[in-house]
């Protein structure tokens, strides 16, 4: 019986450090923005899985969501109108141009009609950009993944659900790239996306989370408005619209720790 109670008291404490339940939610006043790029199922044995959410736990997660009265914004309107929302709020944001945001996502953001941003890359067909961060992922599995094409984002522009934000020209690693090309990447990405929508593209991306100053001063300069980046939680200060955190959803992902993770704003 002893031996039992205290298997028992392993598992619960081994349980509760790694979700930390216990601990006391951030203000729900301050915004979440998630952070999502794919909603398909799974490949067996393929790298980049927690970039797979399922659309049967996708609709899960979005169906709690409005269960729980959350209010669904685009980006730019999160920037718009911070410090009025009610509390609650959520930004969905969706990085890269799956063609899976179309065909698997949007039908369940439409049924709850819940808002969301998409990042695309402009120059996003046939292109493994995980490379560009790590050379050794050179396994082709993100240039095989299916991407939206032009008509296609600029039918989700016009669904009144889906802001379109840039994410550059072709994915690229800031960090690699001199002042020029930077520049390049960022302004002709907004300004292509910008003819294609025929709408201002004013939130942007930084691919793999990887930036600098020079690239925060970039982006102010050619007219984004907003940028979000890959640290995991939630602002709870005065924010700098152009550093702004996210959680992160993975296809791994419980709904139970999907929960955690908006109530905490990163994992335990």
Same mark, same amino acid.
């Given at each position: ?6 298997? #028992? ?16 939610? &951030? ?28 659309? *049967? ?31 609650? *709020? &959520? ?30 890359? &402009? ?7 995980? *490379? ?41 690693? #800031? ?40 690239? &925060?001063?970039?982006?102010? %300069? ?22 702004? %955190? ?23």
């Amino acid at each position: 019986m002893i031996y039992i109670l205290i298997v #028992l008291f392993i598992l619960l404490f081994a349980f509760s450090y790694k979700y930390a339940w216990w601990k006391p939610a &951030v203000d729900w006043n301050r915004p979440r923005i998630l952070m999502y790029h794919m909603v398909r199922e799974h490949i067996d044995g393929a790298k980049f899985n927690k970039l797979r959410v399922r659309p *049967t736990e996708f609709e899960k997660q979005i169906a709690w969501l409005k269960a729980e009265g959350f209010n669904f914004v685009t980006m730019q309107e999160l920037q718009d109108h911070w410090g009025r929302h009610p509390a609650k *709020t &959520v930004a969905i944001t969706f990085d890269d141009g799956y063609l899976d945001n179309l065909e698997n996502a949007f039908p369940i953001l439409e049924k709850y009609q819940a808002k969301a941003t998409i990042y695309v890359v &402009v120059d996003r067909h046939d292109r493994d950009w995980s *490379t560009d961060k790590k050379a050794h992922h050179n396994s082709g599995e993100l240039a095989r993944e299916p991407k939206l094409n032009d008509e296609q984002v600029q039918y989700l522009a016009d669904s009144g659900l889906v802001e379109i934000g840039s994410h550059t020209l072709t994915h690229a690693n #800031l960090d690699k790239r001199s002042d020029a090309e930077c520049l390049v990447e960022l302004r002709d990405s907004k300004n292509q996306l910008e003819r294609l929508t025929q709408k201002s593209v004013t939130s942007f991306a930084y691919p793999f989370g990887i930036y600098s100053q020079r690239d &925060v001063d970039i982006a102010k %300069q050619v007219g984004y408005r907003n940028a979000v980046t890959t640290k995991e939680g939630i602002d709870v200060g005065a924010p700098d619209f152009m550093q702004l %955190q996210r959680i992160k959803i993975s296809g791994k992902d419980s709904l139970f720790a999907v929960k955690l993770r908006l109530k905490l704003g990163k994992r335990a």
